[in-house]
Structures are given as structure tokens and as C-alpha cells.
């Protein structure tokens, strides 16, 4: 694959392939020169010239950009999905970069304690929000980029984990480049990895992943060091990395458990010293269980609280959540073995009963799978070791989302992405132990690899195009979860979102039909109806919503548009006010208040409360648009002109009209 591949993309997508195609091509440069070719090193791989090609990991590393830019160069402009809307754009930490100089400002939202245990990745979307708004293009863009770079550190992590000391020496120079390319390809173009990457919320899976890769690599090339700079220098790396990570993603909490087993598993020395250099990295541990706990209580109620505390999602039994787990891991394995029916939202019911016969059998494959890790582990051919490690990182990594610890959702494929590398490294060994052993020549193992990932690449970037469209993806996931109510609802809101309500309304009675009780579906009917003029038809159905969930502050601002469109404006007013008092930074909910004084006259009432929602969202372009109407109501034209025009630059329409209608 060449640069002239991206010929299809548009100009806006082509421009900046490239410019992330030369920013990550000088981080392969960077790699090569610190971590592959740094320092004398114990030469473990014996003196064998090998082929133009694998002797040169830059051009490895090229190849594994260009793969990675190929599978996702059509997913820049995905919209934002599902949940998206919740946690960026609605959401009034990432707004307010101010928040992140002063996290306790926020401690009456919504997402403050998201804030605090997520900071670092809550950060990185508080900046593209910053810079690029609601534009998705620069978020991808993120995203991508650090994708590209976990490859790379997965192809560095290869090659630094043959030069260790348990490494035995090999008679073909080849072979380590064979397995950390092949390894970082199939991690970049598996199609598993694209709900990690295009579904940009999840971005903190992938981020806590660099940090995590980040950190193990910076390990093992302190403990490969001879110059003492280097070492401490990126020890120190390594504890920044872990700590990072901490405060990005749960996922982060095995890293000094895996760095510490790579440890007694491939380097050598006195067991009690090498404990003593792993004890600030173990010592990060506790950096999750105490933010969650509380530093703000007295430190016996914390330890003594840390094994009954109520960690996980309440309204799944943590021990149905761990049963159910078994056969969502032998799911992932499916997927990362063969990647069809992949799904935004799996069915999968939980299992209540420990002893039943996929339980137990999935169960047994599992602990199968495990004990031929450690078995792995213990051999002196250091390929089978590397896939031992492989094996028992997977379970180690998966463990924290797919343990006891319940989570809202049972499956979700993005849970993989930190796994896959152990996955993806015993598979690679696997393969090419096989290839050496049948009787072809180099060309045709070669070929076969380029035709094993020409198919992973060109299934990614099918399985992208369902993220380029919100009645896509749901589409897609009705048919494949055709008794989860929550795909009915998500793709009845796609519909709305497309001025459809009437299709809409459809998938809103199925999702009814699948689970009454959920208040959901009937805010969703609500908004359908508004939409079509039909205002009592959608007073019922968000009275209908507060009814099962009095907590639904959306349903209240519903409530205050029906009310508002009635001139009952007393009514309004009410319902706004019980929205804000559930979450007071809902712009919508001060929109509409604003809109109730203008209504009332009472004008400085209503400049602060549109100037309120223009903080909280700055990029609501409709408070843009009454604050001008304002303006006009008090003879300020240039005022009004000022605002109708922030307003139409932020895609109000009606304040464009606005702005002709001045000029």
C-alpha cells in the first residue's frame, strides 16, 4: 500500500490523512531511534543478515501507518453517536475548560465524579471541544492518531521483549521483526478495534491503552539500559505513564500487575532488589481504589471499608455480572478469531445460575485457554513463552470489565482493545510457527500474511462505514439484537434526528413492546409528537416518562415546550425550574426560562438567563438567537446584529434570516 491508496478520499480528509500520515511517520522515526536502536543492548538474536525488508523498521513502521490511515480514512466525519451526545456535547464540564483548573467547581454536575476518576481523558475532550466545537473532524482525528501510535508501541514492546535476558538466542535475525510487525498490523486493522476508534467516547479505552502500553515499554527499556540517565529517566516515564493512566480509564489498574509478571518472567537478578525497583510502580495501585473511595474520610474507614464498599453498576448482581462474563469472554475471543456479527449493543441476557451447562462449559474453555498460558510460560523456546505472556496478559487486562465488578452494559467490543494485544501477539506466534512449518517458500508466507490482513483492513473499513450514519448503525443493530429494546429506541432517535418522526414513532412502540417499564421510549414518542405539532398527544407521553422516572429532567423541559407553545407560560415555568433543579446547567432548560421573562418583559431576567446557557453551552446557537431577538425588543440593532450573527455561524438558521432581515 502507497500514498497514492488515499486517492479517494476528499480534499478536507486527504489533507489531513497526510499531515497525520507525517506526524506519525516521525514518531516511527522517533521509536527506531530511542527504543529499537538505542543503546548497546544484550544481543540475544544471533548475527544473521536478513531481507532488505525486515532489516528496516522504519519502512515497518511506514507500512503499519499507512494500514491504520487506510481502514480509517472515511470515519472523520462520523457523527456523534449513542451516548456521545450525553457525555461531549451535552455536557458542561467538557464546555468549561475552568473545570480542569478547579474540579470541585463542578461538583454539583452531573458528571463530576466522571471528572474526577476520568480527568485525563475528560481533558483531551474539553480541548477538542475548545478547538473544534461540535466539528467531529478533529476528534477523529485524535483518535486515529492514538491508535496509530498504541500500534507502533506494540510493534517497539515486541522487539524490546527479545533482547531481554530470558530470550534465547534464535538462529534468524528475521523472526523478532516478523512477529512485531505482523502483531502491530493486525492490532491496527482488526476490525474489534474500530468501535475503540470511531466511536470517539471511547476514546478512553484506547488512551488509557497508550498509557498503558506507554508505561510497559518504558519499563522494559529502563531495565535494558546501561546508562543510568536512560534508566531512571524512563522509569520514571513508566510511573508518569501509570499514573496518567490511573486518571484516564479503570482499564489502567493491572499495568503494574502485568509489568511486575513480565518481570519475574524475563528478566533475571536477586528477587528482593528487583522488588524494591518495582515498588513505585506498585505502589500506583492504589490510586484508583482510594479516588473512588473518598481521601476526603478518615483513613481506618477507608481501609476498612475497601472490601465492602459498593463498587459497580446496582442494578446488576455482581455475581449474575460474573457469570454471565464467562461466555461474554469466549464472545471476544470469537470476534478476535473471526470478526462477523459485530454489534454497538449485544443481546446478552445474564446468566442467574451458576450451574448451568454453558456456564460451566465456557468456564472450562476459559481455564483451558489459561493454564496453556502458564504451561506456555514455563517453556524455554522463547516464541512459546512470548505467547504464554500474550495469553495471561488477555485475561489479566480483560479482568477488570469482566470480573464482579457490574457494569451497565454486559458486552461491549471497545472492552477488548487493551486485551487484544496479548491476543494478537499468541496469535502472530501461532501463525508463523504454523507458515514455517508447511513446506513453501518465504514469497508465499508472505503473500499469505498480506492477504490475512488485507481481509481484517478491508472488513474494518466496511464495518466503518455503519459509524457514518446514526440510522446505520442502529439499522445495523436492530437486526442483529432484534429483542434489545434499547436498539429500537436509539434507532427510533435516528429517525427523529432525520425529521422522520412517523418512522420513528414505529421503533418506538417496539422498543414499548420489548420493555414497558423503561421511561425512554415514551420521552422519545414525546419529542416525535412535539415535532408534528402534536402537543397533547406529547404532554401524555412525557407525563408518561416522569411517571417512570421523576428524575428525567428532560422530560420536564419537554414539558416546558408544550407548556410554552400553550402560553401558559406560569405552567412553563414550573416545569424549567424543575429541570434545573436536577441539573442546573441544562442550557436548554435556561433557554427556555429566558424565553418565559422575555415573554414577561422582566428583560434583565432574561439576558442572564440566556447569557447562563450560552456558558453552559457556548455553542447553542438558539440563545444566540432569542438574546439578539432581546436586543431588537430593547432598540439595541447592533447588539441584535452581534448576536443573530454568533448565532448563524453556529447553523441557527432563523438567526440568519435575522441577520438579512437587519442589513
Known sequence: MTITDLKFLTFRERHSAFALANVTVNCALSFKKTIIQAEPMKKNIANVTASPFWSKPAIHMIV???????????????????DEREFIANNP???????????SAAKDLTYYDALKHRYIGYLTFALNYKIHGYDVFGYHIFNVFVHLINAL??????LLSFKTPKAQPIDNAEMPYRIATLTSIIFVAHPIQTEAITYIFQRLASLATFFYLLSFAAYIYSRLSQASTKKIGFYL????????????????????????LFELIF???????RILFLLPILSTLLIIPLSHLG???????????IVSVDVGYA?????????????????YIKLLLLPINQCIDHDVRLIKHFWTAMNVGSLFVLILIFSAGLKLLTKRDFMKKLAGFGIIWFFITISVESTIIPLPTIMNEYRVYLPSFGFFTALSVGLIKISDKLPVDGRSRFLGAILLISVLAGSSYVRNAVWTSDIALWEDATIKSPKRHRTFNNLGNAYLRSFQPE?????????????????????????AFLMMGEFDKAEKNYKKSLQLNPKYFKSYIGLGLVATSRDSYDEAEESYLSALKLNPMSALALNGMGFIRFKQKKYSEAHQFFDKAIISDPFYGTAYLNKGTLFLAEGLNQNALEAFNKGCSLGNSDACKKVKALR
Not at 464540564?93 to 474540579?103: G, Q, W
Request: proline share 5%.
Open 64 to 82: 503499519i501507518a499507512l494500514v491504520g490511515l487506510f481502514v480509517y480514512s472515511e470515519t472523520f466525519d462520523a457523527p456523534f453517536q449513542w
Open 93 to 103: 464540564i467538557i464546555k468549561n475548560l475552568s473545570f480542569f483548573a478547579t474540579p
Open 153 to 158: 508501541l506494540v510493534y517497539a514492546i515486541i
Open 237 to 260: 516515564l513508566c510511573v508518569i505513564s501509570c499514573i496518567a493512566g490511573m486518571r484516564t480509564k479503570e482499564i489502567m489498574f493491572t499495568a503494574p500487575l502485568i509489568i511486575t
Open 267 to 273: 528478566f533475571s537478578g536477586g528477587f528482593k532488589n
Open 295 to 305: 481521601t476526603e474520610r478518615p483513613t481506618t474507614e477507608i481501609l476498612t471499608g
Open 315 to 331: 442494578k446488576i448482581d455482581r455475581f449474575h455480572y460474573f457469570f454471565t462474563q464467562f461466555g461474554v469472554i469466549i464472545d
Open 503 to 527: 418512522t420513528a414513532l414505529i421503533n418506538f412502540d417496539k422498543a414499548i413492546e420489548l420493555y414497558p417499564a423503561n421511561n425512554l421510549p415514551y420521552h422519545s414518542k414525546a419529542e
